[in-house]
């Protein structure tokens, strides 16, 4: 693995830790070893959900303004391009993933923290997509994935304004899931993670691809989708020791095959 980004299993869980400090914001370097590290949980068969996360101070404060500052349009597209690549594997995790959020997510930040399935904020966390102010708007995904979870003007306003949104404020519109202690933030992550790890991971395969590509189209289009996962589901252990245990009034015991 790469230096700045740590990958560490246990127990069916993964966690990825940015670590570039003080800010963890975000340059070529890191995105690399995050695409590495990504990919590699996504195919290891002992890591069954995973969460993100930037340490106890911060997440990420954003991408490194100085790297961009003198790139002209050719130079940033490329960079701007893998990026959105690299955000993409993230959120195509075909497992459970939750965002840890300590301290800063903004801008890069926060657009990596809108690709993972969960987010838990601790009480002093904040969150934004202060791009404006620097003349620019989001680039990795926050005018996209942002508006689809918080609705367009919600959306709107944090992007127009660039302005920072508080962990309380940010669970009453939906942008993230729970807040709690700074101190409880990652621990509660791992725990519904570790809850998700023990759980039918083919079947959660297939909930986070019917929802996450349905949501892209017509509703004709999903339900054809759901209905061709749906069946295919037919095929795995967990189905059948789901469905034994269920008639048999057992316990069930899912194997993620």
């Known amino acids: 693995m790469g230096e700045l980004v740590k990958l560490e299993v246990e127990g069916g869980v993964a966690t990825i830790r940015l670590d570039r400090p003080p800010m963890n914001a975000i340059n070529g370097d890191l995105t690399r070893d995050l695409a590495a590290v990504v990919m590699q949980?996504?195919?290891r068969e002992d890591v069954r959900a995973a969460v993100l996360w930037g340490g106890e101070k911060v997440f990420a404060a954003g991408a490194d303004v100085k790297m961009m500052a003198p790139m002209s349009p050719q130079d940033v597209k490329p960079m701007i391009t893998g990026l959105q690549d690299v955000y993409h594997l993230v959120e195509e995790i075909p497992k459970v993933t939750i965002a840890a959020i300590n301290g800063y997510a903004l801008g890069g930040g926060c657009e990596l923290v809108l690709c993972a399935d969960f987010r838990f904020a601790a009480e002093d966390a904040t969150l934004g997509q202060p791009e404006i102010k620097l003349g620019v708007i989001p680039g990795a995904g926050g005018t996209q994935r942002l508006p689809r979870l918080v609705g367009p003007?919600?959306?709107?306003?944090?992007i127009y304004?660039?302005?920072?949104?508080?962990?309380?404020?940010?669970?009453?519109?939906?942008?993230?899931?729970?807040?709690?202690?700074?101190?409880?933030?990652?621990?509660?992550?791992l725990e519904a993670a570790r809850g998700y790890a023990d759980g039918p991971t083919m079947a959660l395969r297939a909930a986070k691809v019917a929802v996450n590509w349905g949501a892209r189209g017509d509703l004709r289009t999903g339900m054809i989708l759901e209905r061709e996962l749906f069946a295919d589901l037919f095929s795995t252990g967990d189905q059948k020791e789901g469905m034994r245990a269920f008639v048999e009034k057992d316990q069930a015991s899912f194997s993620g095959r």
């Open 161 to 189: 304004s660039g302005r920072f949104v508080p962990a309380a404020e940010a669970l009453s519109i939906g942008l993230v899931d729970r807040v709690l202690p700074p101190e409880d933030v990652y621990p509660a992550a």
């Open 41 to 43: 949980v996504a195919s």
């Open 153 to 158: 003007a919600r959306a709107k306003d944090i």
